[in-house]
């Protein structure tokens, strides 16, 4: 029946109700804004990714500390070479299996821009700041089309995020990400602007995070998978000390074309496909050895942003300030307390007390910036007016 056809002409078609996540997945909404406070019933957080998050990022801290230090020690450098090979292919594929529902509906373009635009901006500005204030370098510029340390994932996470709806709609997305990778691993005419080669280089990743389901994560986290996971990280020790003085650790950055490694330029799409291989290997056995029960640290894995971006601030500085290079911190006992400190700093800037100092910076309202969406205004009217019945109900 169309409206002219009811019975009272201001009577309007229902609102469809707001688009929920895929099955098994919590509200994306719920991995940025007020992340402390506890989740609505039906939107309970999943304590697995919470915990992958949080180991995730304590070792891109602790991998972080560990460059000043591992040219004294062949084995701190194969530690160094097996962390980078999956810690942010774990990290991006967990972002993409969050990103499978974004489309271009205003309130998730909002929260993108909010969430990750904003973020950037603000770090993209500050750093170089820092650096001319701890470092004394007035020269210093601020560039917002070149990525500064850790910021280049603010700008591929944006990227990679409103290319979802095209990953989701072409039949073979997967490998058609590894194919614009091996493509920019032959193209230094990329250039550093945006970082576009960590970008595409990374995508795979990411699209492979958006082509997986919940029960894909289950499948590796079956105990045969963990004990196999005991052997292999072993091995890949193993071939990552054998591998420090024969290859290029630039390798596992991906910020580089093959030529600008001083490599033929068939050596790109083929380490492109290797790292691929080696990485989902190692991320696996990560995965596999990720508690799924809620555990001490679950609650910090809503604060992963928060620790990635303000820790770059302290090891920057004891980077500018000379505080590597005491003898003292050359040796195993050394490596050991640098490595603890550095999980003892990013775990303290994952906490609630933080986030809520900087939520400002990294989750801004902005309603102020932002058109109302029709749709949104009409389904809280609604939901007004159905709390408004409930409560002369029960009254």
Not at 80 to 91: E, I, K
Not at 95 to 112: A, C, E, K, N, V
Not at 349 to 370: G, K, N, Q, Y
Request: net charge positive; with cysteine.
């Amino acid at each position: 029946m169309t409206d002219s056809q009811r019975p009272y002409g201001n009577r309007r078609t229902p609102l469809p109700p707001a688009q929920s996540p895929a099955p098994g997945v919590p509200s994306p909404r719920a991995e940025s804004r007020r992340s402390d406070r506890p989740a609505p019933s039906g939107k309970q957080r999943d304590a697995f990714f919470d915990n992958a998050k949080y180991l995730a990022i304590v070792l891109v801290a602790v991998g972080h500390s560990w460059e000043p230090l591992k040219g004294d020690s062949r084995v701190l450098e194969a530690a160094y070479s097996v962390v980078y090979s999956f810690h942010m292919p774990a990290f991006i594929i967990i972002s993409g299996f969050f990103s499978r529902s974004f489309d271009m509906r205003p309130d998730r373009l909002r929260r993108l821009i909010t969430g990750v635009v904003v973020p950037y901006i603000v770090f993209e500005t500050a750093y170089p700041l820092f650096k001319r204030v701890v470092d004394n370098d007035p020269q210093q510029d601020i560039s917002l089309l070149d990525p500064w340390y850790l910021t280049w994932f603010l700008v591929a996470l944006f990227i990679w995020r409103l290319t979802t709806p095209i990953w989701n709609a072409v039949r073979h997305p997967l490998p058609l990400a590894l194919g614009i990778a091996m493509l920019a691993s032959v193209t230094p005419s990329i250039g550093d602007d945006l970082d576009l080669q960590r970008v595409l280089q990374f995508l795979p990743y990411f699209v492979l995070g958006l082509c997986m389901k919940p029960e894909h994560f289950h499948m590796v986290r079956r105990r045969s998978v963990r004990i196999l996971a005991v052997p292999v990280f072993a091995a890949a020790l193993v071939f990552g000390w054998w591998a420090v003085p024969r290859m290029n650790t630039a390798w596992f950055y991906h910020r580089d074309a093959a030529q600008e490694l001083g490599a033929p330029w068939w050596a790109g799409p083929v380490m492109v496909l290797a790292m691929f291989g080696c990485s989902l290997l190692l991320t696996a056995c990560f995965f596999a050895w990720v508690p799924g029960r809620h555990m001490w640290f679950t609650a910090l894995g809503a604060g992963t942003l928060y620790g990635y971006l303000l820790h770059g601030f302290v090891v920057k500085a004891g980077d500018y300030r000379g505080w590597f290079e005491h003898d003292v911190l050359h040796g195993p006992l050394g490596e050991i307390a640098v490595s603890v400190l550095a999980a003892v700093l990013v775990t303290a800037l994952c906490t609630r007390p933080v986030r809520r100092v900087f939520r400002f910076v990294m989750e801004p309202r902005m309603d102020w910036a932002f058109k109302r969406d029709a749709a949104e205004l009409a389904r809280e009217r609604e939901r007004a007016q159905k709390r408004e019945t409930r409560e002369k109900v029960s009254a």
